[in-house]
């Protein structure tokens, strides 16, 4: 199958004031191992993406989307901020640890990372970034053409450690994460609006669609067989997206939820397409749309509290740079969904990763 190809559209430098301003609009439990499939092994993860899952990555960039300062890690391991754009640990955390892998998962641009680390999996996630080439422009992050060229660096270093065969049943047997889409939808898209003035919200998705599926198409073509495939979340409820656009009562955003809802809709499609024409592959769609809006509506069945602010700051509006050493946190972050205004808790993320590995870790095999 030939990748699908789309057209880029000029784009224009913004100005520091510019990257100040849309950096408020960005997206974009260690108890019991799951149980995996009699005869199953899974030698690493390895995961893509952006600040849902980067652990690292943006902190020797020259970007202003990054999260190596306090208050951001505020619960890790003795108060450390790593990069990691929450209080403690992210989805990747949570699944390398719930796989049986390691405690941590690391970026593979750490520089102090142990070359043992590549064979149990990297994230090559860089907070900011998109499906959509303007989206990392903007934010000057890493886009995914980026994150496939450490891939293949991280094959070559794999090889040279363990060997061809050995390397390619390391690729054919770990779970491959896709993350990426909250960028696009809510900043590129509707905030900043640059994409606006070229598409509208389908053909919009569409084009995001078409760069994922060339991604997962490039991957499977240097040995990924499981990989699995994030949805958007409900964006609109968001609680940076109800300040900038749910009116005065800070609603849920009715028209950035439908953007998420049909962009779900077209990729849990070309995902079924994908799965059903890369031979031994097996190609998921993760919906975390619905999760994520079960708790935000019904916080209290999952012991939440508050939902629609996060911890940081006036819980409005503060992301990244504008949750910084000098904005006042809540006391108790466990009973927030959302740690800045943007990203959740640990808490929010422990309850969503315990859904998505009950519901479709058996998919993969």
């Known amino acids: 199958m030939q990748p699908i190809k789309f057209t880029l559209f ?47 990555a943006n902190n020797n960039l020259n970007t202003l989307i990054k999260a190596n300062f306090a208050p ?26 719930e796989l049986g892998l390691k405690d941590l998962m690391p970026a593979y641009l750490d520089p102090s990372l142990d070359d043992n680390e590549l064979l149990t999996g990297v994230s090559f996630a860089s907070g900011g970034t998109g499906y959509d080439p303007e989206t990392p422009k903007i934010a000057s992050v890493l886009s995914f053409p980026d994150q496939l060229s450490q891939f293949k660096e991280y ?4 090889k040279g450690m363990v060997g061809e065969e050995r390397t390619q049943y390391i690729l054919a047997n770990s779970i491959f994460l896709v993350v990426a889409s909250s960028n696009d939808i809510a900043n590129t898209y509707f905030t900043i609006g640059i994409q606006r003035l070229h598409y509208d919200v389908s053909s919009y998705a569409d084009m995001m669609i078409s760069s994922a599926l060339n991604f ?14 994030f949805s958007a979340p409900p964006l609109g409820c968001v609680p940076s997206q109800r300040t900038l656009a749910g009116g005065k009562t800070r609603e849920c955003v009715v028209e950035y939820n439908q953007a998420s809802q049909l962009y779900n809709s077209k990729l849990q499609t070309a995902m079924q397409y ?8 097996r190609v998921i769609y993760i919906d975390i749309y619905n999760p994520l809006l079960d708790i935000i509506v019904n916080p209290s069945k999952y012991g939440v509290e508050v939902v629609d602010k996060g911890c940081c700051g006036t819980g409005d509006i ?8 000098y904005s006042p946190t809540c006391d108790d972050d466990s009973k927030y969904l959302f740690w800045d205004s943007f990203h959740p808790t ?19 095999f």
Request: glycine share 10%; with cysteine.
């Open 216 to 229: 997962i198409q490039d991957i499977y073509k240097l040995g990924a067989r499981r990989i699995g495939v």
């Open 72 to 97: 951001y890690g505020r619960d890790f391991v003795s108060g450390k901020p790593t990069g990691r754009f929450t209080n403690n640990n992210t989805p990747a955390d949570f699944m390398v640890k």
């Open 274 to 281: 994908l799965g059903s024409t890369l031979e031994q592959s």
């Open 155 to 158: 094959i070559k270093k794999v």
């Open 10 to 56: 000029p784009f224009t430098r913004f100005s520091l004031n510019v990257f100040l301003i849309s950096l408020v609009f960005l997206g974009d439990h260690g108890g019991a191992r799951i149980t995996l499939p009699k005869n199953v092994s899974v030698p690493a993860l390895i995961i893509f993406g952006d600040s849902i899952v980067d652990q690292g």
């Open 346 to 364: 640990n808490k929010g993320y422990s309850i969503l990763i315990d859904q998505v590995l009950g519901k479709y870790v058996n998919d993969f």
């Open 318 to 325: 503060e992301v990244a740079v504008l949750c910084n050493k």
